[in-house]
């Protein structure tokens, strides 16, 4: 069974990032205030969380933990870093980016991640607003079918790095 369809919210948040990629609409956007799934109106608490497997990825965030209901006001460190979270249990360890495979879901998280940096990276902390702007501009490649498949490792380096250096500037801030 492919990874996108064993969890339920999955394709929604695959056509949210689609749509982030390619109209840069603030993410936030593809809330519906329609009933969720749970029975409840409107879109999720901005602290809603979902931690599915509790595990540290290569960034250093809890992998699985993907942060929902987001907001304009919302932390931009928290959001980035829920972002780089979210894609990371996804991504083979370091070293190992000749081997990874960029499927739909990958390429989908990349563009999550890349709507997710147009929208907050602007009020990211001085010393994380260049590392976000590359983080950025590697999604954005990266979600794309059409990316050479030779580039991908280099540029999946590059992202490892400037997606650290992100984690790095906003730990040192208050939350």
């Known amino acids: 069974m492919s990874q996108i369809t064993q969890w339920p919210g999955a394709r929604r ?36 969380r979902t931690d599915t497997t509790g595990t540290t990825g290569s960034t250093g965030v809890a992998a699985g933990t993907y942060v929902t209901g987001a907001k304009i006001t919302d932390n931009a460190c928290a959001r980035v870093i829920s972002a780089i979270g979210y894609l990371d249990p996804l991504l083979l360890p370091s070293g190992e980016e000749k081997r990874q495979r960029y499927d739909d879901a990958v390429r989908g998280r990349f563009g999550y991640v890349a709507g997710t940096i147009a929208e907050y990276g602007s009020r990211l902390p001085d010393q994380a607003r260049e590392a976000a702007r590359q983080v950025g501009e590697i999604s954005e490649t990266m979600s794309s ?18 997606s650290q250096a992100i984690a790095t500037a906003c730990a040192t801030q208050p939350s």
């Open 13 to 48: 948040v695959l056509a949210c990032a689609l749509l982030a990629v390619v109209v840069l609409p603030p993410v936030a956007a593809c809330q519906s205030s329609s009933p969720r799934a749970d029975g409840h109106a409107g879109s999720p608490s901005p602290s809603a």
């Open 145 to 162: 079918a059409s990316t050479e498949d030779d580039r991908r490792p280099g540029l999946m380096r590059d992202y490892r790095k400037a």
